[in-house]
């Protein structure tokens, strides 16, 4: 699946990756534009951080269990047509970091 920003690629992510099936309306999302300034250090590593444009489109999912807080997101281009990096964390400790594209 190429697009990740969308909910059926976190489903398709959390299935594969740690044998967690979602049901789409326990799944938060949201998109925002955001400077790379305001991208906040310790979440995202400096070597993603190296390859983003000034301005990022960041896109979330957000799963809650009564134990745990899992976030998912996206960061692209504003325009959607280049994903730079994906990055899933699980009660604020990053699990899995990907390298999308890089279209540069």
């Known amino acids: 699946m190429s697009c990740y920003y969308h909910v059926e690629y976190f ?25 790379k300034e305001e991208l906040e250090e310790g979440i995202i590593s400096e070597r993603l951080l190296d390859i983003i444009p000034e ?9 809650n269990t009564l134990k745990n807080e899992w976030m998912f997101f996206v960061v692209s281009d504003y ?11 699980k009660d604020g400790e990053t699990l899995y970091e990907e390298i999308l594209k890089l279209d540069r």
């Open 55 to 63: 301005v990022v489109l960041v896109h979330t999912c957000i799963y």
């Open 79 to 89: 325009d959607k047509k280049n994903s730079f990096f994906l990055v899933c964390m």
């Open 11 to 35: 489903l398709e992510f959390m299935s594969s990756k740690f044998q967690i099936d979602i049901n789409e309306k326990q799944v938060a999302q949201e998109s925002i534009l955001l400077y």
